[in-house]
């Protein structure tokens, strides 16, 4: 599990520095429509009502952070609408959770996943020009076409959203240790307004056979995310 959230629904330069060949950009996602869409979903199709006790049992060793790791601070919670709103102190982004959850950040990203870690959620800060890339379009074109030739089973497509966030789709990612089928991760990039050169990663993976759920939180989770740039 710690290999997956630090390989396949992280990306960052481990990716980047590899060719980009292989991928087009301007495909349209599988899944994918000008703007995501919960389907009439909420929090509480995803939430366990545990009134946010979940949030103050402390971080997985599972599931490991860097040296720094501490658990997020939940700012406030709705219960009646099956959620928590957490705040990533470390990248200045507060994201609501389903209840339930666990959320943990160190440095440099938060994380969140479900009590079951099916569901596995990771927020980046990204600075392009760092990564060697000009902006969030060329992030996701060379971020998709290296993880493509270094892992021949995943397929990945995106699409610029009516809102110009970029949504990429990873189908066929291999399981990690204690999976039970391969999963599909969603990729949510955000520009930074008046400064393209920045931007957020919101990284979401799931198994194969809850992508069409997994989308429907994701949009959930754009939603009802704040972020303080």
């Given at each position: 599990m710690k290999d997956e959230v630090k390989q396949k629904e992280s990306g960052r330069r481990l990716?980047?520095?590899?060719?980009?060949a292989g991928f087009c950009l301007a495909s349209p996602a599988a899944h994918a429509e000008d703007k995501l869409d919960a389907g009439g979903m909420t929090f509480l199709d995803f939430a366990t009502p545990d009134n946010g006790a979940s949030f103050a049992r402390g971080s997985d060793s599972m599931i490991a952070g860097g040296p720094n790791q501490v658990s997020s601070r939940v700012v406030a919670l709705e219960t009646a609408k099956g959620l928590a709103r957490v705040r990533f102190d470390q990248i200045r982004v507060t994201v609501a959770l389903p209840l339930g959850w666990w959320a943990t950040e160190?440095?440099?990203?938060?994380?969140?996943?479900?009590?079951?870690?099916?569901?596995?959620?990771?927020?980046?800060?990204?600075?392009?020009?760092?990564?060697?890339?000009r902006d969030a379009e060329h992030y996701a074109a060379t971020k998709?076409?290296?993880?493509?030739?270094?892992?021949?089973?995943?397929?990945?497509?995106?699409?610029?959203?009516?809102?110009?966030?970029?949504?990429?789709?990873?189908?066929?990612?291999?399981?990690a240790q204690g999976d039970s089928e391969p999963r599909?991760?969603?990729?949510?990039?955000?520009?930074?307004?008046?400064?393209?050169?920045?931007?957020?990663?919101?990284?979401?993976?799931m198994p194969?056979?809850?992508?069409?759920?997994?989308?429907?939180?994701?949009?959930?989770?754009?939603?009802?995310?704040r972020i303080e740039w």
């Open positions: 990716f980047l520095a590899m060719a980009g160190d440095w440099e990203r938060g994380v969140a996943y479900s009590s079951d870690k099916r569901y596995r959620l990771i927020v980046w800060r990204v600075d392009f020009e760092y990564e060697g890339v998709g076409g290296a993880i493509q030739a270094r892992r021949t089973t995943v397929k990945a497509q995106a699409r610029k959203l009516g809102d110009g966030t970029f949504l990429v789709v990873y189908e066929g990612v291999p399981k599909v991760v969603f990729d949510l990039l955000t520009s930074q307004p008046g400064n393209p050169k920045l931007g957020v990663l919101m990284t979401l993976g194969a056979s809850d992508a069409g759920r997994g989308l429907k939180l994701l949009a959930l989770l754009k939603q009802n995310t």
